[in-house]
């Protein structure tokens, strides 16, 4: 079946630092990739999402591309800010199929 | 407007009590999703309506979990004798797509569920 691996956290950087926070994934075909944002005492939140490979999604100054050969959908910022802290969800969805499947999350914690 | 809601917003439930979860999704939204968050994980699938029609629930743990959208609009997820391990958050997400494609589903605060 479909899983997706997520880096363990808590990530912690410094403002202004560069991030990256790494998600594989294993499915058959060819699902759309998402990545979703939980702020402490939010819902989840759709950060951004590539549907075929080679994909860019961006939002925010957070990008991530699609990977098909390496099966990755990694998520990177060139500066974080203390507002970025949250838990990220790397997280994939198949046509014909509704649910999403999800990673066990990252938590990303930015200091002054 | 209006995002998905959630009542209750936490749950205490005493082993082998009946917990009834409701779910408002945004309006005009046919898709509606259940999920359980274990501490510390991500969200796990439950099941899945489209309108009033309860097209997948193929995550439901078990048959104490029973789920329904009798008008197409508020659901809710019932959990019979609870147990320990019904320990989680329980979300709820909507989407307006009706077609097959897997489309951004907007979440709701979700219900902590506590059994003792």
């Known amino acids: 079946g479909d899983s997706v691996t997520q880096m363990e956290g808590p990530v912690t950087l410094s403002e202004e630092a560069f991030l990256t926070i790494n998600c594989t994934y294993t499915a058959t075909g060819y699902p759309s990739l998402f990545w979703y944002v939980q702020y402490p005492g939010e819902g989840l939140q759709l950060l951004l999402k590539?549907?075929?490979?080679?994909d860019k999604g961006s939002n925010k100054g957070f990008e991530a591309t699609y990977r098909k050969e390496t099966t990755s959908f990694h998520l990177e910022k060139g500066s974080v800010q203390v507002s970025d802290s949250a838990v990220y969800f790397c997280?994939?969805?198949?046509?014909?199929?509704?649910?999403?499947?999800f990673g066990s999350g990252t938590r990303l914690q930015v200091q002054p | 407007g209006a995002g998905v809601s959630q009542s209750p917003r936490y749950k205490v439930a005493k082993r082998g009590q009946d917990v009834a979860l409701r779910c408002d999704p945004i309006s005009g939204h046919v898709s509606l999703f259940w999920y359980q968050q274990a501490l510390g994980q991500g969200p796990e699938f439950l099941t899945y309506f489209q309108n009033e029609a309860q097209l997948d629930k193929s995550g439901l743990p078990s048959d104490r979990f029973f789920a329904e959208r009798p008008e197409g609009s508020v659901s809710t997820l019932k959990i019979q004798r609870t147990q320990q391990e019904d320990s989680a958050v329980y979300l709820c997400?909507?989407?307006?797509?009706?077609?097959?494609?897997?489309?951004?589903?907007?979440f709701g605060p979700g219900t902590r569920l506590t059994v003792l």
């Open positions: 997280a994939l969805g198949h046509t014909g199929r509704r649910a999403l499947t």
């Open positions: 590539a549907t075929k490979a080679d």
């Open positions: 997400a909507s989407s307006l797509a009706r077609d097959t494609a897997p489309n951004e589903q907007f």
